[in-house]
């Protein structure tokens, strides 16, 4: 299982970093998307270069100050 932190900051700057499970860091990517469907595109290629679909995904929200946790077992599609 892979572990995608997202972390979101007030300009829409996105803050991705991927672990594998042993917490070792694979990628840390520092974007600016102009929606999510950009996004969900680009963590969509990144599940496909590194071949995980089995995650646990972490959001956080530092506007609303919120952490979301979920897993997802399939392709990565943020709402």
């Known amino acids: 299982m892979k572990i995608l932190k997202v972390l979101k900051t ?3 700057k996105f803050e991705i970093n991927l672990y594998n ?3 070792t860091n694979l990628i840390n990517v520092q974007e600016i998307f102009d ?19 089995e995650t646990l995904i972490i959001i956080h929200d530092i506007v ?3 952490v979301d946790l ?6 990565i599609f943020l709402e």
């Open 10 to 12: 007030h300009d829409r």
């Open 21 to 23: 499970e042993d917490l």
């Open 35 to 53: 929606d999510l469907y950009s996004l969900n595109f680009y963590m969509q290629a990144l599940q496909k270069k590194y071949n995980f679909y």
């Open 64 to 66: 609303k100050n919120k």
């Open 70 to 75: 979920f897993k997802n077992n399939g392709e």
